[in-house]
């Protein structure tokens, strides 16, 4: 273990580490700012949250900091001896410098209190081993005990015990490693990648709400593909989610280039990763083909085909929302997605009836702009001549829906002299006049004799209410009295 130590600058949040130094100097303990915030301070990315190792009593430590530097949102966790709090709008955790020590067949470690390096450790990766002293005597230095600097300037992830230790130990950190190369753009060491395949079956310990946590981490960041082809190289992919191995090999029908459901779907999250933060959708991406395994065949002439997918695929989708403990939002979307997700595609390329474009708007309500979203991003060809080809039509297509919606809103309009003021108005009571007269207004403005406001469309019902009150007056009277002939027929009849 060698302790280098090197002074990094800038420092992020610099007043504050200082005065949390001080308080830490007064009470003559060492306390060390750690993890994910060095990690990406010297990466120079952006942090709301810095965790702390302390020396002593870690939530102690917080109620201090708490009361001298005005914090508020104070949450202690004895048991695990950590706290957490805000001040100017940063979260603050601090943690009891602790060991930790694991039994076979459980996650659930035995604590002890020790010592910085100890705690560093227990950590899962060398780069989120890194400590930065925040005490007036080695205040800005970094310890960096397992080689963290080199490997962040490597873009290595590495484990800074034996790796089989480290993911036996917790094997959620088989899935972190995938995570933190999809969110650094890093690469796993390929010794930790073997521990990765060796450990996997570990992840049968874990429960279903971490894991699930981490596919979501994967997927929330720019190239969610880098994780999850970690994870199907390392075979953890048929532990975690067998539907998604079930579609590699299955064959695309693209003579341009090879290219199997799996990798098609790796292309499409990290395309809906580029247009969409939203979770929901990116899952989506992950699952929408998951139906084409089970209803594949192969035609003479058109190669592999994959009819009713959509369907099946929208029944795998409620199991696995299920499985992965989502809400119930979750399963609802991804299954009208699901279902829809063919439906742009298959109206682009025929002359599209408005009414074809006003029911697929309908049917998908309020998602219609994710299913839009979706599709665009299902279109991966290798070809790039189809991709074009495509996405021309594809626009043409979101032209023709705005000028549906256009249409729709406009037949929406309704005159702005309202039901009540006409009968008033001409003196009638409720009746299919009052909608005669309501929509020979509507009319005059949409053809712009009249403009679209209340005191215009006023005077144009005075201009025409009198012919048509007694258009109807004569016609009423007709239809009475050949009311009344008829209905002398009938008493004759009878
Ligand atoms: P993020 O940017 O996602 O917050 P992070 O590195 O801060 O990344 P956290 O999950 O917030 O990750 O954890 C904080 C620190 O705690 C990590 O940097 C790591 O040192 C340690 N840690 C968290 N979970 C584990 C684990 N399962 N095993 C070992 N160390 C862990
Ligand atoms: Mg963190």
New binding site residues.
Partial sequence: MTNRVKKICPISHEKILKQIGQIADREKISVYA????V??QILKKE?K?I?FVVGENGPLFAKKVKQQLHGHGLVVYEQFGTASLIVDDVKLEFVTAREERYEKESRKPIIEKSDILSD?E????T???LALGINKDNFGKILDPFGGLKDMKAKTIRTPLDPDR?FS??P??IL?AA??AS?LSFRVNPQIIRSMENQRERLKIVSQERITDELF?ILSHPRPSVGFQILKQTHVLDIVFPELIDLVGIEQRDTYHHKDVFEHTMKVVDNLARISDNPRLRFVGLIHDIGKPRVKQFVEGTGWTFHGHELVGERLSKKICNRLKLPKEYRKYSQKLIHLHMRPIQLIGEEVTDSAIRRLIVQAGEKIDDLMKLCRADITSGNPKWVKRYLNNFEYLINRMKEVEEKDRIRAFQSPVRGEEIMEVCGIGPGPLVGKLKSMIEEAILEGQVKNEHDAAYRYLMTIKDDVLSHCNEKADTDSKMGSHAQQGNSHGV
Avoid: A, K, P, S
């Avoid at 227990?122 to 990766?125: E, P």
């Fill in positions: 750690v993890g994910g915030y990690r990406d942090t949250e965790d560093l227990r950590r899962d990766f780069i989120n081993t480290t130990d917790d959620l950190r972190r995570r933190f969110q981490r």
